[in-house]
């Protein structure tokens, strides 16, 4: 599977970006989809997570309240629509799936697929 993330830019604090990942390649409507980001000189980090139906999602204590994930199966993409953002949001942020889910998909490795990350700068 190819995963495309897009969306990302430079933005003030307390603005707001939303991110897409389109995925490709083979079906998509069953993963668990995630999302992660990874700052200069740290680990990479779980940010959200949903499951194929958009019933269960999961997210970092520091992005709850901020940011939201959601997906549409037809159109084979997954979004984090992202507001009230910090300085400390600044990151690349990647897309994830996982054919499968288990316990703690909030680990880099339930995840098979990855895509390329998008950049977002937050200015304070």
């Known amino acids: 599977v190819q995963l495309q993330a897009s969306g990302g830019g430079l933005v003030q604090t307390g603005g707001s970006l939303r991110l897409s990942c389109v995925a490709s390649g083979r079906p998509f409507s069953r993963d668990f989809m995630g999302w992660f980001r990874q700052a200069v000189g740290e680990e990479r980090e779980f940010v959200a997570g949903?499951?194929?139906?958009?019933?269960?999602?999961i997210y970092a204590d520091s992005v709850k309240g901020r940011f939201a994930i959601s997906r549409d199966n037809a159109k084979n993409t997954v979004y984090l629509q992202m507001t009230s953002l910090k300085p400390e949001d600044t990151a690349v942020y990647y897309c994830?799936?996982?054919?499968?889910?288990?316990?703690?998909?909030?680990?880099?490795?339930?995840?098979?697929?990855w895509g390329q990350g998008t950049l977002v700068t937050v200015s304070s």
């Open positions: 994830a799936a996982a054919n499968r889910i288990q316990s703690s998909m909030a680990l880099k490795s339930r995840y098979g697929y």
């Open positions: 949903i499951s194929w139906s958009g019933v269960t999602t």
